[in-house]
């Protein structure tokens, strides 16, 4: 009979790869990666009306069509930033008539009671301001 050598060196730098694979999440990762198109991947990291509101944000700006770009107030700043700057548009102004609310568990008419609610869901608004003439 003859036996089967297996090159040591092979085998640690197979054990190793092997290792660090599981210990990132490679085959999880590879497999949301295939299984997820790119808009439900972006919903699951960034959130649809909550954390950043990429869900909610992307369903405006489809549902309207802006000429300019859009501020955004996410209504818990200090853990999540703004997602402004994944729309942002260099050919395109700032405009202040319209005002993206992020998550925003505030009551509406204290803060802003100059503007109209256009679209709501759930604790996400997109409100535009009333031009007192």
Known sequence: MRKISINQNLLIILIIVLFISVSN????????LLKNNYHKRMILNHGYCEKEGYGFVKL??????????????????STYPSIGGLFYDNN???????????????????KFKNYLVIEQVQ?????KKIKND
């Open 92 to 110: 395109k102004t700032q405009s202040d008539d319209y005002l993206l609310l992020i998550d925003y568990q505030n009551d509406l008419s204290e």
């Open 25 to 32: 999440n490679y085959f999880l990762n590879s497999y949301i």
């Open 123 to 127: 604790n996400c608004y997109l409100i």
């Open 60 to 77: 405006i700006l489809d549902k309207y069509e802006f000429r300019h770009n859009i501020n955004s107030i996410n209504g818990n700043p």
